[in-house]
C-alpha cells in the first residue's frame, strides 16, 4: 500500500510541475485557479503512537518520586533504572521533549483527563470534549486520515472508551479496545482476543483490559507487519494512581517500558516511535482534572532517521502539534485550520 501511496505522489508531483509552465486557468470571474499543494515526501514508513495513561512528567525525567516511594522503591529511582529504554530513547536514540530547564509539552485542557487528551492527540485540534462521557469524535483522526490514503493502520487500547476517540469509521479499521470494542478484525488474533475477554477489568473498571492482554495484542498484531500507523494505549498505571498506589503505578511504568522494548526488536530504519500520555497529575498524584498541574506531559521519540538526538524544546508544545509532526513525517497533507496544531520543528523541520 505504501507503494501505491509513493506512486500517487510521483504523479501529483508531475502534475503540479506541468501546471506550473502552463499559465493559470481563470474561473468565469476571473480569479486564478491554483493547484494543490504538493504533499512532502514521507521521512518515515511506519509511526507507531504509544500512549501511557496518565503518566507523569516527573517520573519520566527524575524517576522515582521520594515524596510518595516506599523504601523498596528507592532501589532503582533514577530515570535509566526506572524506564531504561525510554530514557534511552530521549537521550541517545532519538529525543524527548517536555523536560525540566526545556520547553514544556502540554495538554490544552481546560479539564485535563482522558477523552480530551486522546482527541487532541489523533486529531491535532483541542477538543471540544472535557469529560469522559463525550460521545464519538466527529473530527477525522489520522487513522482515518491514514485509510483515506490507502494505508492501513491499527488501534489497540486497555480503556474501552478509545473506541469512541480514535476513527470515525470502527469497521474499515482493526481494532481491539478494552475487553470487548472491535473494529474491523484485521490482523488481530482471535486467542489473545479471547485471553482479554476472559480476564476481570482490574486495575480498571467496566470492560477495561488489563495492560499485559492489551500488549499481548498489539504485539501479536504488528508480527504479521507493520501497519502505516499504530496507535497503542496504556492505561495501568492512571488506574492504579487512582487507587492511590504508587508501588503499582511504578510497577505499570516498568511493564509500559519492557513492552517499548518489544516495539523496538519489531521496527525498522524507518520506524519511528512516539510516547506521551493524555494527561499529567495533580500534585496529590492520585488524582487529575481541573489542577492546572496536571496538563504537563512528555514526549519521547525514537526515531533512526532523525539526526538530532537528546532533550530538545525552543518552543512549548501542545498535544495537538503530535498528529500534524506525524503527519508531516508520513507525508500526509497538513491540516491548515486556525485551531489545528503544527508540526514540532526538532522533529519535522519542514
Same mark, same amino acid.
Given at each position: 500500500?505504501?507503494?501505491?501511496?509513493?506512486?500517487?505522489?510521483?504523479?501529483?508531483?508531475?502534475?503540479?510541475?506541468?501546471?506550473?509552465?502552463?499559465?493559470?486557468?481563470?474561473?468565469?470571474?476571473?480569479?486564478?485557479?491554483?493547484?494543490?499543494?504538493?504533499?512532502?515526501?514521507?521521512?518515515?514508513?511506519?509511526?507507531?503512537?504509544?500512549? &501511557?495513561?496518565?503518566?507523569?512528567?516527573?517520573?519520566?525525567?527524575?524517576?522515582?518520586?521520594?515524596? #510518595?516511594?516506599?523504601?523498596?522503591?528507592?532501589?532503582?529511582?533514577?530515570?535509566?533504572?526506572?524506564?531504561?529504554?525510554?530514557?534511552?530513547?530521549?537521550?541517545?536514540?532519538?529525543?524527548?521533549?517536555?523536560?525540566?530547564?526545556?520547553?514544556?509539552?502540554?495538554?490544552?485542557?481546560? +479539564?485535563?483527563?482522558?477523552?480530551?487528551?486522546?482527541?487532541?492527540?489523533?486529531?491535532?485540534?483541542?477538543?471540544?470534549?472535557?469529560? +469522559?462521557?463525550?460521545?464519538?469524535?466527529?473530527?477525522?483522526?489520522?487513522?482515518?486520515?491514514?485509510?483515506?490514503?490507502?494505508?492501513?493502520?491499527?488501534?489497540?487500547?486497555?480503556?474501552? @472508551? &478509545?473506541?469512541?476517540?480514535?476513527?470515525? +469509521?470502527?469497521?474499515?479499521?482493526?481494532?481491539?479496545?478494552?475487553?470487548?470494542?472491535?473494529?474491523?478484525?484485521?490482523?488481530?488474533?482471535? @486467542?489473545?482476543?479471547?485471553?482479554?475477554?476472559?480476564?476481570?477489568?482490574?486495575?480498571?473498571?467496566?470492560?477495561?483490559?488489563?495492560?499485559?492482554?492489551?500488549?499481548?495484542?498489539?504485539?501479536?498484531?504488528?508480527?504479521?507487519?507493520?501497519?502505516?500507523?499504530? #496507535?497503542?494505549?496504556?492505561?495501568?498505571?492512571?488506574?492504579?494512581?487512582?487507587?492511590?498506589?504508587?508501588?503499582?503505578?511504578?510497577?505499570?511504568?516498568?511493564?509500559?517500558?519492557?513492552?517499548?522494548?518489544?516495539?523496538?526488536?519489531?521496527?525498522?530504519?524507518?520506524?519511528?516511535?512516539?510516547?506521551?500520555?493524555?494527561?499529567?497529575?495533580?500534585?496529590?498524584?492520585?488524582?487529575?482534572?481541573?489542577?492546572?498541574?496536571?496538563?504537563?506531559?512528555?514526549?519521547?521519540?525514537?526515531?533512526?532517521?532523525?539526526?538530532?538526538?537528546? #532533550?530538545?524544546?525552543?518552543?512549548?508544545?501542545?498535544?495537538?502539534?503530535?498528529?500534524?509532526?506525524?503527519?508531516?513525517?508520513?507525508?500526509?497533507?497538513?491540516?491548515?485550520?486556525?485551531?489545528?496544531?503544527?508540526?514540532?520543528?526538532?522533529?519535522?523541520?519542514?
Amino acid at each position: 500500500m505504501r507503494t501505491m501511496a509513493l506512486g500517487a505522489l510521483v504523479l501529483a508531483g508531475a502534475w503540479f510541475s506541468s501546471c506550473a509552465a502552463s499559465p493559470p486557468r481563470h474561473t468565469s470571474i476571473g480569479f486564478a485557479v491554483s493547484p494543490p499543494p504538493a504533499l512532502p515526501a514521507p521521512a518515515f514508513d511506519s509511526v507507531i503512537l504509544v500512549a &501511557i495513561d496518565g503518566a507523569r512528567w516527573q517520573e519520566v525525567f527524575r524517576g522515582v518520586d521520594p515524596a #510518595f516511594a516506599s523504601a523498596a522503591d528507592h532501589a532503582a529511582g533514577s530515570p535509566e533504572e526506572l524506564m531504561p529504554t525510554l530514557h534511552r530513547w530521549m537521550t541517545v536514540d532519538g529525543v524527548g521533549l517536555g523536560a525540566p530547564g526545556h520547553a514544556e509539552l502540554r495538554a490544552s485542557g481546560p +479539564n485535563y483527563v482522558s477523552m480530551p487528551g486522546y482527541t487532541e492527540m489523533l486529531t491535532g485540534r483541542r477538543s471540544a470534549c472535557q469529560s +469522559n462521557e463525550c460521545g464519538a469524535t466527529e473530527d477525522p483522526t489520522l487513522v482515518d486520515e491514514i485509510l483515506g490514503a490507502g494505508d492501513n493502520a491499527l488501534v489497540v487500547s486497555s480503556w474501552e @472508551r &478509545i473506541a469512541l476517540v480514535a476513527t470515525k +469509521n470502527r469497521a474499515a479499521v482493526p481494532m481491539s479496545a478494552g475487553r470487548h470494542a472491535m473494529g474491523a478484525p484485521g490482523e488481530l488474533d482471535e @486467542r489473545d482476543l479471547a485471553a482479554g475477554r476472559a480476564s476481570g477489568p482490574w486495575p480498571g473498571s467496566d470492560d477495561y483490559r488489563p495492560d499485559a492482554l492489551t500488549m499481548r495484542v498489539a504485539l501479536g498484531a504488528l508480527d504479521r507487519g507493520l501497519p502505516t500507523f499504530a #496507535f497503542v494505549g496504556l492505561g495501568d498505571t492512571d488506574e492504579h494512581a487512582h487507587h492511590g498506589d504508587y508501588h503499582a503505578y511504578l510497577a505499570a511504568l516498568r511493564a509500559a517500558d519492557d513492552f517499548l522494548a518489544l516495539l523496538e526488536a519489531r521496527a525498522t530504519e524507518r520506524t519511528a516511535i512516539f510516547v506521551t500520555a493524555d494527561h499529567g497529575r495533580c500534585a496529590t498524584f492520585r488524582d487529575h482534572g481541573g489542577c492546572p498541574e496536571s496538563a504537563r506531559d512528555f514526549l519521547a521519540v525514537r526515531a533512526p532517521a532523525l539526526a538530532l538526538r537528546g #532533550f530538545v524544546g525552543s518552543r512549548a508544545a501542545r498535544l495537538a502539534d503530535l498528529a500534524p509532526t506525524i503527519r508531516c513525517m508520513l507525508g500526509l497533507r497538513a491540516d491548515r485550520a486556525p485551531d489545528a496544531g503544527r508540526p514540532i520543528e526538532a522533529l519535522c523541520p519542514r
